[in-house]
């Protein structure tokens, strides 16, 4: 059975403090590791997607990596409006075959 | 541009009620989704629709039932609704062959 956790459950941060987010996965041929945010009250919001080993994303303060039993969000002087949760999800064969972890709760305070 | 747009955005039911939650997206995509969200549990896919015209099950159909209107448009109802059914409910859209999903903003449902 396909299984993805996301490490910690939740993390609180100084503004400026760095740290990375954990995705850890255990499938059988990933073909794409995906990670969103999710504000309070709102659908997620789509981030990057990760395809093989090695491969690296970034945006503004985020940048993603992938090995091949992991994935981690490094968040890089966070500011408060990074707050949100981040989901991790991994893809299995066809589009619709995405399974989500359950997320990080980040609190960035000023 | 509105994207995913889901409707209504709250509903309290009773046990037994039944209620169709609607969803439309405006960025011509061929794929549509609907998901369910609970506390310590990760989205799961209750149906979706590959193309129009088409619908699948995912996860977690029991109780549900869908309907693909036209591309634009995907509808779940909900016949006979349960206390188990609490939850949030996500409406996604995505290109045919790519797998970045477009969300909506919700349908948070309480079954009473």
């Known amino acids: 059975e396909d299984q993805v956790t996301q490490s910690p459950e939740a993390l609180r941060l100084q503004e400026g403090e760095s740290s990375s987010l954990n995705c850890s996965y255990t499938?059988?041929?990933?073909?794409?590791l995906f990670w969103y945010r999710q504000d309070p009250g709102k659908g997620p919001e789509f981030l990057f997607t990760?395809?093989?080993a090695g491969e690296e994303k970034e945006k503004e303060r985020l940048k993603a990596t992938l090995t091949k039993k992991e994935s981690f969000l490094h968040i890089t002087a966070p500011k408060p409006e990074d707050s949100a949760t981040y989901l991790c999800?991994?893809?299995?064969?066809?589009?619709?075959?995405?399974?989500f972890g359950t997320g990080t709760k980040l609190q960035v305070i000023p | 541009n509105a994207g995913v747009t889901q409707t209504p955005k709250f509903q309290v039911l009773k046990t037994g009620q039944s209620m169709t939650l609607q969803c439309a997206q405006d960025?011509?995509?061929?794929?549509m989704y609907w998901y369910r969200q609970d506390p310590g549990m990760g989205l799961r896919l209750i149906y979706y629709?590959?193309?129009?015209?088409?619908?699948d099950k995912g996860e977690v159909p029991n109780g549900y039932n869908v309907s693909r209107l036209n591309k634009r448009e995907f509808s779940l109802r909900l016949e006979s609704a349960a206390p188990s059914q609490t939850s949030v409910y996500f409406c996604?859209?995505?290109?045919?062959?790519?797998?970045?999903?477009?969300f909506g903003s919700g349908t948070q449902l309480s079954v009473l």
């Open positions: 499938v059988s041929g990933l073909r794409g």
């Open positions: 960025m011509n995509h061929n794929s």
């Open positions: 999800a991994v893809q299995v064969g066809g589009y619709q075959k995405v399974t």
């Open positions: 629709s590959a193309s129009e015209g088409t619908t």
């Open positions: 990760l395809y093989s």
């Open positions: 996604a859209s995505s290109e045919a062959n790519r797998e970045k999903l477009f």
